[in-house]
């Protein structure tokens, strides 16, 4: 019996389009791919929390001869996040009534800041992780990321929720890996297909398994 359902962020609830960030600042350092170093190792740790967003973008204008103004980086970090709909946060709304709903996303302070204030002008809502998760766990926050092992087995832990009775999704491979390691149910989400016309499919697909 499925109790817990853990969701990913970006490409379940968010709309997300990395290339958008790929272009936007890769266009200012001669590159189209931020997965290459010394950009991915900037990146994550950001998501871990070791740097804050000026320390993240003095590290990515470190790698220019040219200085990139702070507000050029920011915008070209946060052009990669699109909008929540409103009938994914009423699907969440509706699942409350019968689940414990987590969120844990590999993310950092300059994205969370730019998401929760637009979800504030948007839907006038405050703290989107409090009010509509039993709670939240961001990378930055635990200083872990997915799809490495002891996230999953810190969420286990402190959420004090058994393996077998939840479900994480994420649109990642490499993440839904790390999580069936960890013991959990998961599935991989096809971030082209609407969360809310697939989750009772997901739920069904593990339910008494």
Do not use: C
């Not at 290459?36 to 001869?65: C, N, Y």
């Not at 637009?118 to 926050?141: N, P, V």
């Amino acid at each position: 019996m499925i109790k817990n359902i853990i969701f990913d962020f970006g490409g379940i609830l968010i709309d997300i389009d990395y290339q958008q960030t790929n272009v936007h600042i890769g266009k200012h350092f001669g590159i189209n791919d931020l997965s290459k170093e010394p950009f991915w190792s900037i990146m994550v740790r950001h998501e871990v929390g070791h740097t804050d967003t000026d320390e993240f973008v003095a590290e990515l204008q470190s790698q220019s001869k040219e200085h990139i103004p702070k507000e050029i980086l920011i915008e070209g970090w946060n052009s990669m996040l699109g909008k929540v709909a409103k009938h994914k946060i009423e699907m969440l709304e509706q699942l409350k009534s019968n689940y414990n709903l987590y969120l844990l996303s590999n993310t950092n302070v300059t994205h969370i800041d730019f998401v929760y204030a637009y979800l504030k002008e948007e839907y006038g809502i405050e703290d989107f992780g409090k009010q509509y998760f039993t709670k939240d766990y961001f990378s930055h926050l635990v200083y872990m990321r997915k799809p490495n092992l002891d996230i999953y087995e810190y969420v286990i832990k402190d959420a004090e929720i058994d393996p077998s009775e939840s479900i994480f999704i994420d649109d990642n491979a490499d993440n839904v890996a790390g999580a069936i390691a960890a013991g959990l149910y998961s599935v991989v989400h096809d971030p082209k297909v609407d969360i809310t016309e697939v989750i009772e499919g997901y739920i069904a697909s593990v339910q008494g398994a």
